[in-house]
């Protein structure tokens, strides 16, 4: 009998450890950021931005990392960023909270310029105004369907952004509408080298045919659940066993990076998919 017990105590000891080490590798999985580098070549990228510095966040979705968003502050402080670029979905539209959103914002302009563009997200969340005049309030450079031209040294390069689609109205969806707003916007580029900021990285065959040279893109999750060898599982507008999830996607003379993003929305856990953040260095060598 109680040998018995010793058994049943045993199993219950391995079977609570399994318990809390999953719970451990959980909240690994969701809350320890991942800083990822990337070196993009690219000869039209003028000499003066020769090691140029451009932070990618996505997808934060009012999620907090630390006081104040502390780690991931102190994760943007250490990337020493020329401009930190923000491709939407900053919050989110099922628990909505913008000020813990603007908590990494506010501070996040102190450390180098912030350019930004909306997910669908901001467009669910049915207050968007509200978002766009606190994000102009602490300087952050909104793009909603325009482009800006930055310079460094005698040099120009520009930097474009396009609403996420769900601004459109529902007939207004479509490819050849989303077609005619990049047209517009790719016309108004004035610079050899450009940079898009759209969420959407499912249109990459719509940003290839107007010939931008670098997209910045989220929404995906990274699959949210990413798998050895396989990939991201599922991914909104894409379904399963998704294209465009994670890292760096070529198409003509187009190059995507879609970021696995911060926060999570409607699935509240990561596998093997931890938060990210990206770190792009441009270089014409």
Known sequence: MRKGISIQKKYFIILISIII?????????????????????????????QGFKILHVSDLHNKNFGKNQSKLIAKTKKSK???IVITGDLVDSHRLNIEVAMDYVKQAVTIAPVFYVTGNHERWSEVYAAIKDKLLQLGVTVLDNESITIKKGDDKI????????????????????????LSMLANNVTT?????????????????????????????????????????????NQGFNPT?????????????????????????IRIFNRPELIVVTLTNE
């Open 21 to 49: 080490l999953l719970l451990c590798f959980f909240y690994w999985q969701n809350n320890s950021i991942e800083v990822n580098y990337v070196n993009y070549q690219n000869v039209k990228i003028p000499k003066s931005f």
């Open 81 to 83: 960023p020329d401009i």
């Open 158 to 181: 520009s930097i474009v952004g396009m609403m996420d689609p769900n601004f459109m109205t529902t007939s207004e969806r479509s490819t050849d509408n989303v077609d005619e707003t």
């Open 192 to 236: 050899d080298f450009s940079i898009l900021l759209s969420h959407r990285p499912e249109l990459i065959s719509n940003y290839a045919n107007k010939n931008f040279d670098i997209v910045f893109s989220g929404h995906a999750h990274g699959g949210q659940f990413r798998l050895p060898f396989i990939g991201g599982l599922y991914a909104p």
């Open 244 to 268: 465009y999830t994670s890292g760096l996607y070529r198409e003509q003379n187009t190059t995507m990076l879609v970021s696995r993003g911060l926060g999570n929305s409607v699935i509240p």
